[in-house]
C-alpha cells in the first residue's frame, strides 16, 4: 500500500506538514520550539517539521485534502519514499 503525506502547497503556511494533533509530552524536543498549527474541528495540525507529519493511505489522503481544501487551506499529497532494508 502507497503511502502519503499533506503538504501545505500555498498561503502563508506553505511548506508546513499535515499531522494528527499531539497531545501530552513530545519526544522531539525539536517540535516545541516551533509549535503546530491547529486546524479547528478535525483533529489535524500544520507542523514545520516532515517527521511530525501524518502518513496517509491514499483514500483517507484524498478525503482529507477535500476537507483542507474546503476550509481554504491548499494542500498537495507527496508520496512517502520508504527505505528499502537488505540486497
Known amino acids: 500500500m502507497r503511502l502519503y503525506q499533506l503538504i501545505v502547497s500555498d498561503g502563508q503556511h506553505k511548506?508546513?506538514?499535515v499531522g494528527k494533533n499531539i497531545f501530552g509530552a513530545?519526544?522531539?524536543p525539536d517540535l516545541s520550539k516551533t509549535p503546530e498549527l491547529r486546524i479547528s474541528g478535525n483533529?489535524?495540525?500544520l507542523f514545520v517539521q516532515a517527521?511530525?507529519?501524518s502518513h496517509f493511505s491514499e483514500w483517507?489522503?484524498?478525503q482529507l485534502k477535500r476537507?483542507?481544501?474546503a476550509l481554504g487551506i491548499q494542500v498537495t499529497l507527496e508520496p512517502i519514499r520508504?527505505?528499502?532494508s537488505g540486497p
Open 15 to 17: 511548506g508546513r506538514y
Open 51 to 53: 517527521e511530525a507529519a
Open 67 to 69: 476537507e483542507l481544501n
Open 82 to 84: 520508504m527505505g528499502r
Open 43 to 45: 483533529g489535524h495540525s
Open 60 to 62: 483517507k489522503a484524498v
Open 26 to 28: 513530545r519526544i522531539n
